[in-house]
């Protein structure tokens, strides 16, 4: 059966990014690049987001963006290098740029590097919630699957009211009962083994026996009273 992860995109930070403020001190090329990004115009914004994010002093939220804009674009290489420049210097938001560089390398299809990124962001802030369900989706690309029940189990204790949330514990159900269902064949497959060995067994031990049994007779008859009568002509091989 094949399974179906939910919908997260990619780009499912980008509410919780939405909320962050423009720092004080950004420029004006950062402040309209941010407004370019949030009219859903990344290649307008990315133009004016590299220059703001070469400005001394770049707020995290600059470099954050101008990431955010790459991977609208699907320029997942760069996005990862902005979001790296932008992490040298994170303080506040150190979990949202390694959760995204996460987020690119999943994209690519480099999942090793994508779970081993999702860690740190969640050993970078540990009750991030989408960083677990979209930690959850590599674990199932992965084949992961108990893993994967773990991170969205997490996933919904720490957003109950996602709106994913049904198809989610639809999904944790399916995956618990192929678990039960994997777990039962596995237990059937042995089963057989040991059948089969004990088979084995049971066929050398009648071996076993009938060679001592017939070992038993052959003492007796050897052991007998009476002389043994031998043939009267030589033994011979028919041509």
Same mark, same amino acid.
């Given at each position: 059966?094949?399974?179906?992860?939910?919908?997260?995109?990619?780009?499912?930070?980008?509410?919780?990014?939405?909320?962050?403020?423009?720092?004080?001190?950004? @420029?004006?090329? *950062?402040?309209?690049?941010?407004?370019?990004?949030?009219?859903?115009?990344? !290649?307008?914004?990315?133009?004016?987001?590299?220059?703001?994010? +070469?400005?001394?002093?770049?707020?995290?939220?600059?470099?954050?963006?101008?990431?955010?804009?790459?991977?609208?674009?699907?320029?997942?290489?760069?996005?990862?290098?902005?979001?790296?420049?932008?992490?040298?210097?994170?303080? %506040?938001?150190?979990?949202?740029?390694?959760?995204?560089?996460? #987020? @690119?390398?999943?994209? !690519?299809? +480099?999942?090793?590097?994508?779970?081993?990124?999702?860690?740190? *962001?969640?050993?970078?802030?540990?009750?991030?919630?989408?960083?677990?369900?979209?930690?959850? #989706?590599?674990?199932?690309?992965?084949?992961?699957?108990?893993?994967?029940?773990?991170?969205?189990?997490?996933?919904?204790?720490?957003?109950?009211? @996602?709106?994913?949330?049904?198809?989610?514990?639809?999904?944790?159900?399916?995956?618990? %009962? %192929?678990?039960?269902?994997?777990?039962?064949?596995?237990?059937?497959?042995?089963?057989?083994?040991?059948?089969?060995?004990?088979?084995? !067994?049971?066929?050398?031990?009648?071996?076993? !026996?009938?060679?001592?049994?017939?070992?038993?007779?052959?003492? @007796?008859?050897?052991?007998?009273?009476?002389?043994?009568?031998?043939?009267?002509?030589?033994?011979?091989?028919?041509?």
């Amino acid at each position: 059966m094949r399974i179906r992860t939910p919908g997260a995109k990619v780009l499912g930070v980008l509410c919780a990014v939405a909320l962050l403020a423009v720092s004080a001190a950004a @420029s004006d090329r *950062a402040e309209q690049g941010l407004k370019l990004f949030m009219e859903n115009k990344p !290649q307008e914004a990315a133009a004016l987001l590299e220059l703001a994010a +070469k400005e001394p002093g770049a707020a995290e939220n600059t470099h954050l963006y101008l990431g955010l804009a790459y991977q609208q674009l699907g320029r997942w290489d760069e996005a990862i290098a902005a979001f790296r420049r932008g992490l040298a210097s994170a303080v %506040q938001h150190r979990h949202l740029f390694l959760f995204n560089i996460a #987020n @690119s390398y999943f994209a !690519q299809g +480099k999942n090793a590097f994508a779970l081993e990124t999702y860690d740190q *962001a969640l050993s970078a802030r540990t009750d991030y919630a989408p960083a677990y369900l979209n930690r959850a #989706n590599a674990r199932m690309k992965a084949e992961d699957y108990p893993g994967a029940v773990g991170d969205y189990t997490m996933y919904l204790a720490l957003d109950p009211n @996602s709106p994913q949330s049904s198809s989610i514990r639809a999904l944790i159900d399916l995956l618990n %009962q %192929q678990a039960a269902s994997a777990a039962q064949q596995a237990a059937l497959l042995e089963a057989q083994r040991l059948a089969e060995e004990a088979a084995r !067994q049971a066929l050398l031990d009648a071996v076993a !026996q009938s060679l001592l049994e017939a070992a038993e007779d052959t003492t @007796s008859l050897s052991a007998g009273s009476g002389d043994l009568e031998g043939y009267e002509d030589d033994l011979s091989l028919d041509d």
